[in-house]
Every structure is written in structure tokens, then in C-alpha cells.
């Protein structure tokens, strides 16, 4: 068709629309919020519009639950915070945007390490682009209260249970934490890393081997876990991970033991992570590292602005600027290779040194916690398992071992998704 010339300056002349992507995530703590600021504002200065689908719970169940509300209505927002088992899932339900075609237009796929890539690719395609690495057992302590009490940081859950003592007679809290079933599978996960070590961590989990699962180093791993329940606040019921954060900042309590999205707590309350509250791996799980790789997925669409919008995204998320700025205020540390570390904090500088001999060594490992290493739904069944467990001081630990198999045999057919 030919175009008469007033019409080509009609067309010059159109604004060019801005984009708009609505994104569902669970980034809604004070640090996670100013983690998300860095997005919203790089869309900005790109000059799109972001629309903020945020739902407030940490470990994302609520929010999961509300995406399925709308995917079922068919309205599934454009982009969503989806990692792990989950985001394999949602992609073999064929739900997701493959982003292969993207990633190999614009190079990315050197850009990603084989973790990464594995995580985010089903059958070879690639079906989110990470936002950052999360290192999930970590030991973070109150500096002030350990030197004002002359305690050394423990290294073991035996030294663990010696400290925590000490703590507790002094009228400390030894453990903040709460009483979510995800918060306590985190901490069931670091013993079972510390207590178990690697072979036995990949034998429950990995291979849900039923002969590891109601062993004795099980029952041992669960004992200690159970043990646990003597040092945690008193009003544990319903506090959050954050107020758990809180707990420790303010020297309410002693140590948290959690992923280092707690760094980005530390960091929005001006505390620095490394020196008033330190970082060590999770005492006994020296030179492992479990991590928890965050994603963003796309959800399909037809509408070319729409798929416009999030390939603009996407292709925002895997800039070394967003990825430095990003994870400098989340905590994590950058999920592309050979990043710029030069202005993290102490604590994402040993997460980077760690996570890179870790990958020469064999000793990365998919956080069970965190989704990365079980389907959903096995997930949930340990999750009830190991909350019943913990919250019930008659409980037994062989009983319990035996339940934590049944649990995980019940939802193995969902394993072959991934
Ligand atoms: C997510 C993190 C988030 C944390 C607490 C984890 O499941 O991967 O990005 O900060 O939950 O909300």
C-alpha cells in the first residue's frame, strides 16, 4: 500500500506506546519492597508502566494460590515470580512463554551457568530468566550480644545447642524464628545439610531413597530438629520472617537461620550485613551451598503489545545493571555470570566465592525448602509433616521418619514433571 506523505507524518507523529506489564510476586517485606523499587524504576526510566500485583506472604503459598485463581479465570498476569518446581509445572501445563527463541537471539544462554540454565529450561527450552541466587543456609548472629556474652559462633548443631543453652540462661532467645511451615522447613533443611551432610541431603531428597528417609541418620536429623523447639521466641506463633529479622537486629533474640533475603531486611534497616549482623554458613554445611534461584516467568499471550511488553522485560532482567543493582538490595547475588561484586556487602562476596567453589566441587544443592528440589506437592507434604512434628513436644522421631517417607511416596508421581 502506498502512503501519501501526510499520512507517514501522521504515523511519526503517534506516541509510541509504553509499555505495561503487570507482574505477581511476594516481595512485599520492607527489603523486598526496595528490591522491587529497582525494577519498577528501570521499567520506568525505559518509559513503561508497571503494574504491581503483589501479594503480601513469605515462600509465595498465598501468592501461588492467587495466580491459580487467575490463570483458572483466564486472566493470568503477563509476568510472575515463578521458581523451581513450580515454574516446571506451570510450563508443562502449558501455561508459560518459551523464551528460547530470545535467548538465543540475544546470546544469553553463555551468559547463564549450567545451574541456572537446568533450573529454568523443561525439555531444552528455556522458561524463565533468573533474577538472582539465593544462598539458603546461612547462620545470621547479633555481633554486639555474641561478644557481650563472650560466645563464639557456632560452627555445629552440637555447638549450636551449647551456645543456644548459654543464651537462653542469660534470658536471650537463642532462635528467631516462626511458626510457618516454610520457615521451619528451612530450618529442618540446614540440619539435615549440617547433621547429614551432602550424600545424605541428596539421598532423602534427590532420590527420596525410602531406606535414607526412615534411617537413623533421619531419626537423628529429626531429633535435633525437634530439639530445636526449646529456643525459639516465646510468641513464635504467626511472626513472620522479617519480624523474625527484626527480632534479631534489635537484640531480641540471638541468631536466625534463613536465606539471605534477611540481608535485604538487614540492609533497609540500616544494619550492615557482615559487620553488626554476621553471615556463616549453617553450622556443619561449611563448603555447601543450597541455593534457591529466583525467575521470572511470561505468561502466554496474544496480544503483540503484550508480548512486546515482555520481551522488554525479560530482556531488562538479564542487563548487568539490573542484576547488580537488584540483588545489591534483595541479597542475593546475580544470577549471570562473572558479575561486578566490587560494591556488594561482605556477605554477598562470600556467597559469590562460596557458590563458585561450591559449582567446581560438586557441592551445590537445590533448596528442598525452597522448591528447588521436590515437586509441589511433596513440598507440602513434608511441610505438614515436619510442622506437626515440631509444634508437638510427644512427637516421635522413628514415627515421624516413617510418615516423612509415606508423605513423599504419596506425591512421587508428580516427581517425573521436572
Ligand atoms: C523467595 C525470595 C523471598 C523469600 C521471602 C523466597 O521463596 O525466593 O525471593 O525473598 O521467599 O519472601
Request: aromatic content about 10%.
Amino acid at each position: 500500500m502506498k502512503l501519501f506523505p501526510f499520512a507517514i507524518v501522521a504515523l511519526l507523529s503517534l506516541p509510541v506506546a509504553a509499555s505495561q506489564v503487570e507482574v505477581l510476586h511476594w516481595w512485599t517485606s520492607g527489603g523486598e519492597a526496595k528490591a522491587v523499587e529497582v525494577l519498577k524504576s528501570e521499567w520506568a526510566e525505559q518509559g513503561n508502566q508497571w503494574n504491581d500485583f503483589a501479594v503480601q506472604g513469605g515462600g509465595g503459598k498465598s501468592a501461588m494460590t492467587v495466580l491459580k485463581s487467575r490463570a483458572l479465570a483466564a486472566n493470568p498476569p503477563e509476568a510472575a515470580h515463578l521458581k523451581g518446581y513450580e515454574l516446571h509445572e506451570w510450563a508443562s501445563l502449558g501455561f508459560l512463554r518459551d523464551l528460547s527463541p530470545m535467548a538465543e537471539h540475544l546470546g544469553w544462554y553463555p551468559q547463564l551457568s549450567p545451574m541456572v540454565r537446568d533450573t529454568l529450561s523443561q525439555n531444552g527450552a528455556l522458561m524463565a530468566v533468573p533474577t538472582g541466587i539465593h544462598r539458603v543456609n546461612w547462620l545470621w548472629l547479633n555481633r554486639k550480644l555474641f561478644e557481650r556474652l563472650g560466645l563464639t559462633p557456632p560452627t555445629d548443631w552440637e555447638h549450636f545447642m551449647t551456645v543456644a543453652e548459654q543464651l537462653k540462661a542469660q534470658g536471650v532467645t537463642p532462635l528467631a524464628i516462626g511458626n510457618e511451615p516454610w520457615q521451619l522447613a528451612v530450618l529442618f533443611e540446614t540440619v539435615a545439610l549440617g547433621e547429614g551432610g551432602k550424600a545424605f541431603y541428596r539421598k532423602a531428597f534427590l532420590e527420596q531413597d525410602s531406606a535414607t528417609l526412615t534411617g537413623p541418620d533421619m531419626v537423628r536429623v529429626l531429633t535435633r530438629f525437634q530439639q530445636l523447639r526449646a529456643y525459639v521466641p516465646e510468641k513464635y506463633a504467626g511472626l513472620k520472617w522479617h519480624q523474625a529479622t527484626n527480632l534479631l537486629e534489635s537484640g531480641g533474640a540471638a541468631m536466625q537461620i534463613m536465606g539471605d533475603w534477611v540481608k535485604g531486611e538487614l540492609s533497609a534497616g540500616n544494619y550492615r550485613p557482615g559487620e553488626d549482623i554476621d553471615c556463616l554458613p549453617s553450622p556443619g554445611s561449611q563448603g555447601l551451598f543450597s541455593y534457591n534461584l529466583d525467575s521470572i516467568a511470561m505468561f502466554k499471550q496474544r496480544d503483540p503489545a503484550q508480548l512486546q511488553a515482555q520481551g522488554e522485560l525479560a530482556r531488562l532482567l538479564m542487563t548487568p545493571r539490573f542484576q547488580e543493582e537488584f540483588n545489591r538490595v534483595k541479597g542475593s547475588i546475580p544470577a549471570l555470570t562473572q558479575p561486578d561484586m566490587s560494591k556488594f556487602d561482605r556477605c554477598a562476596i562470600r556467597s559469590y566465592h562460596d557458590f563458585q567453589l561450591a559449582e567446581r566441587d560438586g557441592n551445590l544443592l537445590p533448596s528442598m525448602a525452597e522448591g528447588m528440589a521436590v515437586p509441589t506437592n511433596m513440598r507440602q507434604g513434608i511441610m505438614d509433616v515436619l510442622s506437626s512434628f515440631f509444634n508437638d513436644p510427644k512427637a516421635n522421631s522413628e514415627q515421624t521418619a516413617q510418615q516423612l517417607e509415606r508423605a513423599m511416596r504419596s506425591t512421587r508421581s508428580g516427581a517425573e514433571q521436572k
